[in-house]
């Protein structure tokens, strides 16, 4: 008996470290660009694989190098990642209804820490509930992936051709889009929230008025908009999916 | 000074998502409080891509092109790596042209 759950938790793991893969795939390319701006703003390698390694965010941790080298107030510190970051709360959230009833209050500690938005994206788009051995192994690549490619690039500094760190910084999104349509096609509900948060946000962007409101805060108000929205125009979608 | 700031950084998003991870550990009952957590990773994961993507290369016409290739994917419920894979490639081949 007992050997039989360490098998499936054996599975679970390996299931969630496959799925984690091309997430830190995509991290190292994108931790690349992290660790360049670690060397432009004097901060060693080893720092800058320490941020990244006890983070593991990347808006977050653009916003905090450029308040650290300009020698910014530890308030203003802790406002920009409250504000940023704000959004894993809606995320970690959204998760929480989703574990499994075997995941315990220290086990919730554990997969707390890397809760990203690619690890999330994936995480929800798995149909079983979420076991912890399965979060685990989600999560190890990709926090590896997103320290080294940090100290990689801290050291190597613009080592890939312009024309190959382009193509790179659409991966991240493509993982986004992945997530989104296939639910969008099946969900109609889930259509018109997409739709509405991508006006939401054009309109912060565009409109002069919402100029001063940074890109951290305007996911946030553009998240909470458009999925309020969704709940009251469609309160039933998700019995939908 | 500067290990104390990445702390710093560290401890306010991890609090972040820690904190609603470890209250809420009953499932939620409310009809529309489910729903909109339902619907939330969609409208994130949009705000976040529009209109962001259409400016992360160096031309905007690589990137209509990269994200007409990973809808045009993800509506034929490819992977999330050949999805990936697939904008990566359109946008790296666009830019040899414009």
């Avoid at chain 1, 940023?84 to 009833?101: A, D, K």
């Avoid at chain 1, 659409?170 to 296939?182: D, H, K």
């Avoid at chain 1, 109609?188 to 409101?213: K, T």
């Avoid at chain 2, 972040?16 to 809420?24: A, G, Y």
Wanted: charged share 10%.
């Amino acid at each position: 008996m007992k050997k039989r759950i360490y098998s499936q938790k054996k599975a679970e793991y390996e299931k969630g470290l496959k799925d984690g893969a091309p997430i830190a795939v995509g991290y190292l390319s994108v931790s690349f660009s992290v660790g360049i701006l670690v060397a432009a703003s004097g901060m060693t390698v080893f720092q800058g694989a320490l941020m990244s390694l006890c983070n593991v965010t990347s808006a977050g941790q653009f916003a905090g190098i450029q308040v650290i080298a300009a020698g910014g107030a530890i308030l203003e510190l802790i406002l920009t990642q409250l504000v940023i970051n704000l959004r894993y709360g809606l995320m970690s959230l959204s998760l929480s209804q989703r574990l499994s009833e075997t995941v315990t209050l220290w086990q919730r500690f554990v997969i707390a820490f890397a809760n990203t938005d690619e690890i999330f994206a994936v995480a929800m788009s798995r149909a079983e509930s979420l076991t912890f051995p399965y979060l685990l192994g989600l999560e190890s690549l990709p926090v590896f992936g997103w320290t080294f490619g940090t100290a990689l690039g801290a050291v190597a500094g613009q080592l890939l051709p312009a024309s190959v760190s382009n193509a790179l910084n659409v991966a991240l999104y493509g993982m986004f889009i992945a997530v989104v349509v296939p639910v969008a096609k099946k969900v109609r509900p889930v259509l018109w929230v997409v739709i509405l948060a991508a006006l939401f946000r054009c309109v912060l962007e565009y409109v002069p008025l919402f100029s001063g409101i940074s890109a951290g805060m305007a996911i946030i108000i553009c998240t909470v908009a458009a999925a309020g929205v969704g709940a009251l125009l469609f309160p039933a979608g998700m019995e939908e999916a | 000074m500067i290990y104390v700031e990445i702390l710093i950084m560290a401890l306010v998003t991890y609090l972040i998502r820690m904190i609603p991870l470890t209250v809420f550990r009953k499932k939620i009952k409310n009809q529309f409080v489910c729903s909109f957590l339902y619907y939330v990773p969609y409208a994130c994961l949009t705000a976040m891509t529009v209109p962001a993507v259409f400016f992360a290369t160096s031309h905007f016409v690589s990137a209509v092109a990269g994200v007409g290739a990973a809808v045009f994917l993800a509506y034929r419920e490819k992977s999330l790596i050949s999805v990936a894979a697939g904008a990566c490639a359109v946008v790296f081949l666009v830019e040899q042209f414009v």
